[in-house]
Nanobody, 116 residues
């Protein structure tokens, strides 16, 4: 049973920080590139960040570059998203995605609300 379970979301004030986690199981995590996506109400799903299977390369959407950091710990089958200097526009459901060849798995997401 493939599972991707996000955690760490919640309410945070503008300028604050949050770290999201995505715990993977049921597949060979170290073979998969990992992505974070987000979706705000009424908006299309937006790609946020990417990391290669061994963590050697990362990429970010322009909207989060310099504020967010993606990382992974293959020994723990977990990918993280460190979010700093949060803005109200970052409010969204954040979902973790795993890809390898034709395989494509999604978590259900965790809600991040940035508000004072």
């Amino acid at each position: 049973q493939v599972q991707l379970v996000e955690s760490g979301g919640g309410l945070v004030q503008p300028g604050g920080s949050l770290r999201l986690s995505c715990a993977a199981s049921g597949f060979t995590f170290s073979n998969y590139a990992m992505h974070w996506y987000r979706q705000a109400p009424g908006k299309e799903r937006e790609w946020v960040a990417f990391i290669t299977s061994q963590g050697g390369v990362t990429n970010y959407a322009d909207s989060v570059k310099g504020r967010f950091t993606i990382s992974r710990d293959n020994a723990k089958n977990t990918v993280y998203l460190q979010m700093n200097s949060l803005k109200p526009e970052d409010t969204a459901v954040y979902s973790c995605n795993a890809r390898w060849r034709l395989m494509n798995y999604w978590g259900k997401g965790t809600l991040v609300t940035v508000s004072s």
